[in-house]
């Protein structure tokens, strides 16, 4: 069982910038691959970044050059950068995990944060 715990999210004028965390329960790099993804009100859930544990990052197009994920190892926590912030990155943003087992009666297993509020005021 893998735990979230998402930090850093708030309110920020349009143009600025924040920064979440993600910290996870155990070693990151046990985890395959760890994202952000986001929900606005009446909308649904979409992906924002990913990171796998090999170093790999794949970002949604609505975020490309404003927002960039890493990864702590030592501290089993992933970051999202985001910067020039737009009214439209209003959103709840969740951390998500996925472990792969192969050998597992269920090989995929998702793991979610409780989510954390970023504001961008205009």
């Known amino acids: 069982q893998v735990q979230l715990v998402e930090s850093g999210g708030g309110l920020v004028q349009a143009g600025g910038s924040l920064r979440l965390s993600c910290a996870a329960s155990e070693s990151i790099l046990s985890i395959n691959g760890m994202g952000w993804y986001r929900q606005a009100p009446g909308k649904q859930r979409e992906l924002v970044a990913v990171i796998t544990n090999g170093g790999s990052t794949d970002y949604a197009n609505s975020v490309k050059g404003r927002f960039t994920i890493s990864s702590d190892n030592a501290k089993n926590t992933v970051y999202l950068q985001m910067n020039s912030l737009k009214p439209e990155d209003t959103a709840v943003y969740y951390c998500?995990?996925?472990?792969?087992?192969?050998?597992?009666?269920?090989?995929?297993?998702?793991?979610w944060g409780q989510g954390t509020q970023v504001t961008v005021s205009s």
């Open positions: 998500a995990a996925r472990v792969v087992v192969t050998t597992a009666p269920i090989p995929i297993k998702d793991y």
